[in-house]
């Protein structure tokens, strides 16, 4: 009795994945979140519809330091994903599975979708360090969109995206490994829970989309 | 005539020093100390420093939220986007302004079936924001009689037994029994408050170590009679942090606010 009770921190912990960057992998759960997919021709104008992201209203900084509002996103298909670019293991991964998303994509489809990397690292991530980090890893600025934002705007797209993430250390974050496709009102059409395999129900979800 | 002027301004003055380090109206100031998270991942600092600042004694209640969405119709109950709020959002209350045959009962309790997204939205219509997770903890680990008490037997049994105790169909006014170490009420017991990251928790239902750990794990009364009570007090918060989603709402789910010290010099 007194023994289990003593195990009881140590099997709190093994309940624990601290995802992505300590190396652990999330269990396959891929889900499709089908919501009321909105009418394209009616959304042009006036407001997202009612389960779009977009509703948040929150204003970022790009890689050139200029100042966008996140529904200036709306119209494309949004792929997104939020990370830090002083992530070793995790993120290159994320940013690899990204590109292998882009490249499966016809010249049609890739007109009509975009890629979103969030900094949940404000203070280092700047649109300087940004810039530099889309370079090195050759993110087409036609494409890619890298996002610098307030704290707390990034707290809040993160929990409309599922995202969970948190500081645990001075260099690095734990944080879920989440992609994620927007439909072109911004809504959640389809998250990505893993990386490494091969994205194909992510694909399959932006061509049609696209289509 | 010169010297009245002189006494004003110094009256003046010093009012306005004292203005500064008085909590805002129905707030208390907590102390910035040292807390141990309950849990870290092991590659974490094992201690989190909370620096000083303000926090609500009370839990915003259903009035308080009433104006709140008078004064912001995109927040009543017919016209929040579901992409803030789940269903049940503001379920107790009869209509968008209107908190229903209760009205009377209900006023000054905390307001629940609220959602982080709302929670937020007021928080920054009053120019504050939610406690941090760190925050909360670290004033809620305080006792009647001391700023941290997690090593306090009696007190780590009274909050299990707080949170053993079913939810009564209407919930008490705020401010109701004995405010803690800081002045803070309800803090354990009465609802179950957002804080501003309750999305770092990581947690999944997978357990790694294979068959019969569960059963152990979730033996409640065992883990209540350990020293490590306050660990399964803070686990059941942590849990339940890790469960929610932030369109979540439900019946004993409400919040209070916070304030940066440093706020007001500016």
Same mark, same amino acid.
């Given at each position: 009795?007194?023994?289990?009770?003593?195990?009881?921190?140590?099997?709190?912990?093994?309940?624990?994945?601290?995802?992505?960057?300590?190396?652990?992998?999330?269990?396959?759960?891929?889900?499709?979140?089908?919501?009321?997919?909105?009418?394209?021709?009616?959304?042009?104008?006036?407001?997202?519809?009612?389960?779009?992201?977009?509703?948040?209203?929150?204003?970022?900084?790009?890689?050139?330091?200029?100042?966008?509002?996140?529904?200036?996103?709306?119209?494309?298909?949004?792929?997104?994903?939020?990370?830090?670019?002083?992530?070793?293991?995790?993120?290159?991964?994320?940013?690899?599975?990204?590109?292998?998303?882009?490249?499966?994509?016809?010249?049609?489809?890739?007109?009509?979708?975009?890629?979103?990397?969030?900094?949940?690292?404000?203070?280092?991530?700047?649109?300087?360090?940004?810039?530099?980090?889309? *370079?090195?890893?050759?993110?087409?600025? &036609?494409?890619?969109?890298?996002?610098?934002?307030?704290?707390?705007? @990034?707290? =809040? !797209? $993160?929990?409309?995206?599922?995202?969970?993430?948190?500081?645990?250390?001075?260099?690095?974050?734990?944080?879920?490994?989440?992609?994620?496709?927007?439909?072109?009102?911004? *809504?959640?059409?389809?998250?990505?829970? &893993?990386?490494?395999?091969?994205?194909?129900?992510?694909?399959?979800? @932006?061509? =049609? !989309? $696209?289509? | 005539?010169?010297?009245?002027?002189?006494?004003?301004?110094?009256?003046?003055?010093?009012?306005?020093?004292?203005?500064?380090?008085?909590?805002?109206?129905?707030?208390?100031?907590?102390?910035?100390?040292?807390?141990?998270?309950?849990?870290?991942?092991?590659?974490?600092?094992?201690?989190?420093?909370?620096?000083?600042?303000?926090?609500?004694?009370?839990?915003?209640?259903?009035?308080?939220?009433?104006?709140?969405?008078?004064?912001?119709?995109?927040?009543?109950?017919?016209?929040?986007?579901?992409?803030?709020?789940?269903?049940?959002?503001?379920?107790?209350?009869?209509?968008?302004?209107?908190?229903?045959?209760?009205?009377?009962?209900?006023?000054?309790?905390?307001?629940?079936?609220?959602?982080?997204?709302?929670?937020?939205?007021?928080?920054?219509?009053?120019?504050?924001?939610?406690?941090?997770?760190?925050?909360?903890?670290?004033?809620?680990?305080?006792?009647?009689?001391?700023?941290?008490?997690?090593?306090?037997?009696?007190?780590?049994?009274?909050?299990?037994?707080?949170?053993?105790?079913?939810?009564?169909?209407?919930?008490?006014?705020?401010?109701?029994?004995?405010?803690?170490?800081?002045?803070?009420?309800?803090?354990?017991?009465?609802?179950?408050?957002?804080?501003?990251?309750?999305?770092?928790?990581?947690?999944?239902?997978?357990?790694?170590?294979?068959?019969?750990?569960?059963?152990?794990?979730?033996?409640?009364?065992?883990?209540?009679?350990?020293?490590?009570?306050?660990?399964?007090?803070?686990?059941?918060?942590?849990?339940?942090?890790?469960?929610?989603?932030?369109?979540?709402?439900?019946?004993?789910?409400?919040?209070?606010?916070?304030?940066?010290?440093?706020?007001?010099?500016?």
């Amino acid at each position: 009795m007194r023994f289990n009770n003593l195990l009881l921190p140590l099997i709190i912990l093994s309940l624990i994945v601290a995802a992505s960057c300590t190396g652990e992998e999330q269990p396959d759960t891929h889900n499709v979140q089908e919501h009321a997919q909105s009418d394209h021709s009616s959304m042009e104008a006036g407001q997202p519809s009612d389960h779009s992201i977009y509703h948040a209203g929150s204003t970022w900084l790009n890689r050139n330091n200029e100042e966008i509002g996140l529904e200036s996103l709306r119209g494309k298909i949004q792929v997104v994903a939020m990370v830090y670019t002083h992530c070793d293991f995790a993120c290159p991964r994320i940013i690899a599975d990204m590109k292998r998303i882009e490249s499966s994509l016809s010249p049609e489809e890739l007109a009509n979708t975009n890629f979103v990397i969030v900094s949940i690292d404000p203070e280092r991530d700047t649109p300087e360090r940004l810039s530099t980090f889309a *370079e090195e890893n050759n993110l087409d600025p &036609q494409n890619w969109t890298l996002l610098n934002g307030d704290s707390g705007d @990034i707290l =809040e !797209l $993160a929990a409309l995206l599922g995202v969970k993430y948190r500081r645990i250390s001075d260099n690095d974050f734990s944080h879920s490994n989440i992609i994620t496709v927007l439909n072109r009102d911004g *809504e959640v059409a389809y998250t990505q829970q &893993q990386i490494g395999n091969q994205p194909t129900n992510t694909i399959r979800t @932006i061509k =049609e !989309l $696209a289509g | 005539m010169k010297f009245i002027t002189y006494v004003f301004a110094c009256f003046f003055w010093a009012g306005f020093l004292h203005a500064r380090q008085t909590p805002p109206d129905d707030m208390v100031k907590v102390e910035g100390g040292v807390y141990i998270p309950f849990y870290n991942s092991g590659t974490e600092e094992a201690e989190a420093q909370v620096e000083t600042f303000y926090i609500d004694k009370y839990h915003v209640t259903n009035q308080d939220f009433l104006d709140f969405v008078t004064e912001n119709p995109e927040w009543r109950k017919s016209m929040v986007k579901p992409i803030f709020a789940d269903e049940g959002y503001l379920k107790h209350w009869e209509g968008d302004l209107n908190l229903g045959p209760d009205t009377g009962e209900i006023r000054n309790s905390p307001v629940t079936n609220i959602s982080w997204f709302a929670a937020r939205a007021y928080a920054k219509w009053k120019n504050k924001r939610l406690p941090t997770l760190d925050e909360w903890e670290f004033a809620a680990s305080a006792s009647e009689y001391e700023p941290v008490a997690s090593r306090d037997s009696s007190f780590v049994r009274k909050v299990l037994t707080l949170y053993g105790q079913p939810q009564p169909e209407k919930l008490p006014p705020v401010g109701s029994g004995q405010p803690n170490y800081h002045g803070i009420y309800n803090l354990h017991g009465q609802v179950w408050e957002w804080v501003e990251n309750f999305n770092t928790v990581f947690i999944t239902g997978e357990s790694r170590d294979g068959g019969g750990t569960n059963r152990q794990f979730y033996c409640a009364a065992g883990a209540a009679a350990s020293p490590d009570t306050e660990n399964y007090a803070a686990f059941i918060r942590f849990a339940l942090r890790g469960s929610l989603e932030a369109h979540y709402t439900t019946k004993n789910l409400g919040f209070r606010l916070a304030q940066d010290v440093n706020n007001e010099i500016q």
